[in-house]
Nanobody
Framework: QLQVVESGGGAVQPGGSLRLSCEASGFTLEYYSLVWFHQAPGKEREGVSCISSKDDSTYFTKSVEGRFTISRDNAKNAVYLQMNNLKVEDTGVYYC?????????????????WGPGTQVTVSS
């Protein structure tokens, strides 16, 4: 089973930044596409960004494009989500999952297991 652990969440004011980490165990993340999901309070989990295993192409939802970047660190077997200019609506739990990366990102589904997630709270 492919296991991942998310970290890096926290509480920030609007306009702040956070870098989320997704670390894999038991498999080499470099060979997988990776999707970051966001679950806002009271809402369904939804893809916000992904990075492809083929050529490291990256995709974002319109709501985060230009503010978030996604990248790999193969030496650390990790994928990061750099979140800048955070907005109140970015609040929620963020999860990562090694699943297919495609557009539209918000329609990506994960049929595998989930990590514990990491909480992001954006408020003034």
């Amino acid at each position: 089973q492919l296991q991942v652990v998310e970290s890096g969440g926290g509480a920030v004011q609007p306009g702040g930044s956070l870098r989320l980490s997704c670390e894999a165990s038991g498999f080499t993340l470099e060979y997988y596409s990776l999707v970051w999901f966001h679950q806002a309070p009271g809402k369904e989990r939804e893809g916000v960004s992904c990075i492809s295993s083929k050529d490291d192409s990256t995709y974002f939802t319109k709501s985060v494009e230009g503010r978030f970047t996604i990248s790999r660190d193969n030496a650390k077997n990790a994928v990061y989500l750099q979140m800048n200019n955070l907005k109140v609506e970015d609040t929620g739990v963020y999860y990562c999952a090694p699943t297919h990366c495609r557009q539209p990102v918000e329609e990506i589904q994960n049929f595998g297991s989930w990590g514990p997630g990491t909480q992001v709270t954006v408020s003034s």
